[in-house]
């Protein structure tokens, strides 16, 4: 298909960072890079944005989150992909424009993925030039909004936040179903969820917290004529971390060692 070659030439897409999964494939020929994000650990509703408590997640460490994560889908069809392309170009540097009110400033937005599609007999007349044909090409930006939680922000002032990001993202919504193209061109904003982005900081804590459980273990268990000592320990994991709430963020680290009396050791 002459539409093909033409979008492997102009889309050569490397994944730099995690977005949402593309939509179920169509009747076409697509290329481009694909993305997969985890599902968020606690299951929302459809149309709901927002960050949830979650009541049953428990770890080692908890700390405040320092950043709010989203999604973004930026899309567009039409029957030259050059114009599909600028249009959401166009409609990304328009969403760091209002990103930017809405955030008083503390946001970024990352593109790290172009996805195009080859679509046949689908596209609108609208889009479609009087006589022409009606094979289209749906072209998709993929990216990550990052919003920076000061410290000083209180919980209060994080739900503001939260409610003025979802704000946006209903207005970009309502938006995308009003176009004339059937509500295919526009910007979409998922998964929104809060993280810390340095966890390896915690690792000492985390560590530390670590080894005074397991003395306060071997204190209690071992026998007097057979204390416990560490004996030897595998390399430590990576860190895990968990969304709790919007103030609480859970982080454990993997550490396996074994005791035992040095006693035993030598006897077996």
Do not use: N
């Not at 999604?71 to 039409?78: L, T």
């Not at 094979?135 to 409610?163: H, M, N």
């Not at 560490?230 to 971390?241: F, H, M, N, Y």
């Amino acid at each position: 298909m002459p539409h093909v070659r033409a979008a492997i030439l102009l889309f050569l897409c490397v994944g730099a960072c995690a977005s949402t999964p593309p939509p179920e494939p169509r009747h076409s020929t697509s290329i481009g890079s694909t993305y997969s994000l985890a599902s968020p650990d606690v299951p929302r509703r459809h149309g709901e944005t927002g960050v949830a408590m979650a009541t049953d997640v428990d770890a080692a460490l908890v700390v405040r989150p320092d950043a709010m994560m989203m999604e973004v889908g930026i899309h567009a069809e039409d029957a030259s992909v050059s114009r599909a392309l600028a249009r959401t170009q166009a409609a990304a540097t328009d969403l760091v424009t209002r990103l930017q009110q809405v955030t008083s400033g503390a946001s970024t937005l990352t593109m790290c993925g172009t996805r195009v599609q080859a679509v046949s007999g689908t596209v609108s007349k609208v889009v479609a030039p009087a006589g022409a044909r009606t094979d289209a090409f749906e072209v998709t930006l993929e990216g990550r909004i990052e919003i920076a939680l000061a410290p000083e922000l209180d919980y209060w002032k994080r739900s503001a936040l939260v409610l003025a990001v979802a704000e946006l993202a209903d207005s970009l919504e309502a938006a995308q179903t009003a176009t004339k193209s059937g509500g295919k061109d526009g910007v979409t904003l998922s998964h929104m969820r809060v993280i810390v982005k340095d966890p390896e900081s915690y690792r000492g804590k985390l560590t530390e917290l670590w080894v005074q459980r397991s003395r306060v273990f071997a204190a209690a268990a071992q026998a007097h004529e057979a204390p416990l000592y560490l004996l030897d320990c595998a390399p430590p994991g990576d860190i895990v971390q968990k969304e709790r709430s919007l103030e609480e963020i859970t982080l454990s680290l993997s550490v396996s060692c074994r005791l035992g009396s040095v006693k035993a050791a030598a006897g077996h």
